[in-house]
């Protein structure tokens, strides 16, 4: 059975940091391309960042390029999303998704960032 549960969201003050936590079980995590996608009401899913397969290339918008890191490790089966200096404008709901021959989607942990 498929898997993807992330972890790690919750309140924040703007200029706060938080790493969200992607657990992956039930498919060979090495051979998909990671990513975090984030969502809020009303408007579509939005890739805030992607990684290669081994690590060694990463992606952002230009939203998120200088704040955000993604990394995974693939002995773990984990991705992970470390979000520095963040702004209200980051509140939403973040999901990361696992691509190959199919997409997978987690459930989504809300990250809300207000003082």
């Known amino acids: 059975q498929v898997q993807l549960v992330e972890s790690g969201g919750g309140l924040v003050s703007p200029g706060g940091s938080l790493r969200l936590s992607c657990a992956a079980s039930?498919?060979?995590?090495?051979?998909?391309?990671m990513s975090w996608y984030r969502q809020t009401p009303g408007k579509e899913r939005e890739l805030v960042a992607s990684?290669?397969?081994?690590?060694?290339?990463?992606q952002y918008p230009d939203s998120v390029k200088g704040r955000f890191t993604i990394s995974r490790d693939n002995a773990k089966s984990a991705v992970y999303l470390q979000m520095n200096n963040l702004k209200p404008e980051d509140t939403a709901v973040y999901y990361c998704k696992a691509t190959w021959r199919d997409d997978y989607w987690g459930q989504g942990t809300q990250v809300t960032v207000s003082s």
């Open positions: 990684i290669s397969k081994g690590g060694l290339n990463t």
């Open positions: 039930g498919f060979s995590f090495s051979l998909y391309v």
